[in-house]
């Protein structure tokens, strides 16, 4: 069979991002251009600034893949590109950038969610199988998905209120780290002990999650600590944040497997770089005997590698977009 060659294009939030990957499971060129040193003094990705700096970049980041993969538009199979969600004036440079490929070149468009592209990471790490559950977790993302087979993709549950990552950023602010927090908390928490006492969020019967109540019970306890003059124990706070945090996403990953017959689980989005989390998992996952995937960390925060991936199943998937395909800033994955 004739190879297929997908150049991705993601620009949901502060990552400006070009790849080119062979029959969605290899790698050829990646060119990442992050923000995160601009966006730092703000702590936290301000819209507005990051829209021109995909802009700014965005050319020379094409240019630089396509010199690195030393491949020419005529050997592109399809264009990949993120519509969403994300931030919409980002999203709107890359799709821009994207549909000018297609038209100028001629070739088709595939319409990727940001999330399919972080469960697609994977697929560059091993072939998935199914029935497989992803377990999305990121910035702006808690979602746990079913999938009988590619691009099938059943939402059993996700978060009522913030995201996982969200909840990492905002307890790591009140830690005093600087933006973005979760890695950061990530390292904290290996030196620390559990001392501190958080409630353990959504003790239900569904697959949804809630971390508001988490991040205020950590703001709560860093105010009150200060009001008794009580300086805060860093690490330890870190470590008590981490452990319900991760007990409760493996709660529901365990009902999920058991309840759904699942055969492989992965791992997806920014918060699948947390350590904690994946060693939890893994230690579930060997626990019921079932396969489980997570990407190394360079696919795990955003890229354009596991949008091409995506791209490729959507592409066999028969999906297609023209030249009226606008960027969403909300929009659930189908
Ligand atoms: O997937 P991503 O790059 O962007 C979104 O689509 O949201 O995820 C970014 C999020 C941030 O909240 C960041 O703090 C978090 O992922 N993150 C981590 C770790 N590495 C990144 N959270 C906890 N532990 C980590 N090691
Ligand atoms: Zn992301």
């Known amino acids: 069979m004739k190879d297929t060659y997908i150049l991705g294009i993601e620009s949901s939030c502060d990552e400006t991002s070009v790849s080119i990957v062979k029959n969605g499971r290899e790698e ?25 700096h995909h802009v ?11 010199e690195k993969a030393n491949m020419t538009m005529d050997q592109i199979d399809a264009i990949a590109i993120t519509y969403g969600p994300g931030l919409i004036g980002s999203l709107l440079i890359g799709l821009e950038t994207a549909k000018t490929l297609a038209f100028v070149f001629n070739k088709p468009l595939i319409p990727v969610h940001h999330i399919a592209g972080h469960i697609y990471a994977n697929s560059l790490v091993k072939e998935m199988q199914f029935p497989l559950l992803a377990v999305v977790v990121s910035g702006g993302h808690t979602e746990i998905i079913e999938m009988k087979d590619h691009y099938k993709f059943k939402k059993l549950g996700g978060t009522l209120d913030d995201a996982i990552g969200e909840c990492y950023d905002k307890v790591a602010r009140v830690i005093g780290l600087e933006y973005p927090g979760g890695p950061k908390i990530d390292k904290l928490a290996k030196e620390g002990k559990p001392t501190y006492k958080l ?5 239900d019967d569904s697959y949804n999650f809630s971390f508001s109540g988490l991040k205020s019970a950590v703001i709560n306890l860093a105010h009150n600590e200060e009001q008794r003059g009580n ?10 944040f981490q452990t319900v945090a991760i007990e409760a ?3 529901k990953v365990r009902k999920a497997i058991e309840d759904k017959g699942i055969k492989n689980v992965i791992l997806a989005g920014g918060v699948a770089a947390n350590q904690g989390l994946r060693e939890a998992m893994t230690n579930l996952t060997t ?4 396969d489980f995937t997570v990407p190394p960390m360079k696919y795990c925060t955003d890229n354009a590698t596991m949008i091409a991936a995506a791209g490729y199943y959507a592409y066999l998937d028969g999906r ?5 395909l606008n960027s969403q800033s909300q929009t659930e994955l189908k």
């Open 287 to 290: 626990e019921m005997g079932v």
């Open 56 to 66: 700014k970049n965005v050319t020379m980041v094409l240019e630089e893949c396509m």
């Open 231 to 240: 300086p805060i124990r860093e690490a330890d706070l870190a470590t008590s």
């Open 249 to 251: 996403i493996t709660t």
């Open 199 to 203: 409630p353990v969020p959504l003790k």
């Open 320 to 324: 297609r977009a023209d030249m009226n």
């Open 28 to 52: 050829i060129a990646t060119v990442i251009s992050s923000q995160i040193d601009i966006h730092k003094d703000f702590g936290g990705v301000v819209p507005e600034i990051a829209s021109r």
